[in-house]
């Protein structure tokens, strides 16, 4: 069983399929925090992002695990936590872009498929319906306006601890929304299979029930 979970930052994704994962009996697979560790190593290594060569070799040498630790998921690379560091503003600053890489995406769509091998999984990403899984059993696209979803980051952050602006949220959502969505490959964008669900005026509790009903109905309305 694949559900496959699509949409921009912000619009819930986490949130909602960590509830949903419980739930429905899903492993729950975030595959931005695969791209947040590529970025994470770009940072440690001192890579620029025009050494995309380097950038793609050194994916060979990550091994990122996830794992609940009481009851809390967390993401591991090489060994090491890194939930909280794969957060941080410089790595959201430039995951986009790392992740734009072709080369990167080829990589990390193979380790996404191979690491979902054999497993009932719920996915959230950008281009899981639409070229990670595009057979998958269910394909959902999550969105809201830019501004509820800005304001739902910033809070998160504050919550985490994470210092930031609303206005530097807001710009880097609006950033990321541009560079999601013209990548050259796995682009955001909605499959045409998909379902769509507007979170903007939808409490949490609202965003699972519908999602559970459109898993539950098999990616039908
Ligand atoms: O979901 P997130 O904000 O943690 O994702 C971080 C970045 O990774 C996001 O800007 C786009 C990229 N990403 C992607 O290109 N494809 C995915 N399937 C998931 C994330």
New binding site residues.
């Given amino acids: 069983m694949i559900v496959a979970v699509d949409g921009p ?1 912000g619009s819930g ?2 949130t909602v399929t960590q509830i949903l994962a419980d739930r429905l009996n899903l492993w729950n697979f ?4 695969t ?2 560790c590529v970025a994470l190593m770009t940072i440690r290594k001192n890579f620029n992002l025009d050494e995309e060569n380097k950038i793609i070799d050194e994916i060979d040498n990550l091994n990122i695990e996830f794992k609940k630790d009481n009851g809390i998921e967390k993401v591991f690379l090489n060994g090491e936590d890194v939930t909280k560091e794969i957060r941080s503003n410089e790595v959201t600053k430039i ?2 872009q790392v ?1 734009a890489i072709i080369g990167v995406r080829l990589k990390m769509v193979e380790m996404q498929r191979k690491m979902s091998e054999g497993k009932d999984v719920i996915l959230e ?4 319906g639409t070229y ?1 899984f595009p057979n998958a059993d269910v394909k959902i696209y999550l969105d809201a306006t830019l501004e509820e979803r800005a304001t739902r980051r910033f809070k998160e952050n504050r919550e985490k601890g994470i210092e930031c602006t609303y206005d530097e949220v807001l710009q880097n959502v609006s950033f ?1 929304d541009e560079n ?1 969505k013209n ?1 050259p490959i ?1 682009a955001l964008k909605m499959a045409d299979d998909a379902v769509l669900v507007d979170t903007t005026n939808m409490s949490i509790d609202e965003v699972v029930k519908k999602m559970e009903e459109i898993i539950r109905a098999g990616g039908k309305k």
Avoid: L, P
Avoid at 125 to 128: E, L, M, S
């Fill in positions: 930052a994704k986490g975030d595959t931005g925090a791209y947040r995951v986009s992740s990403g950008r281009d899981i990670v990321r999601d990548k796995g």
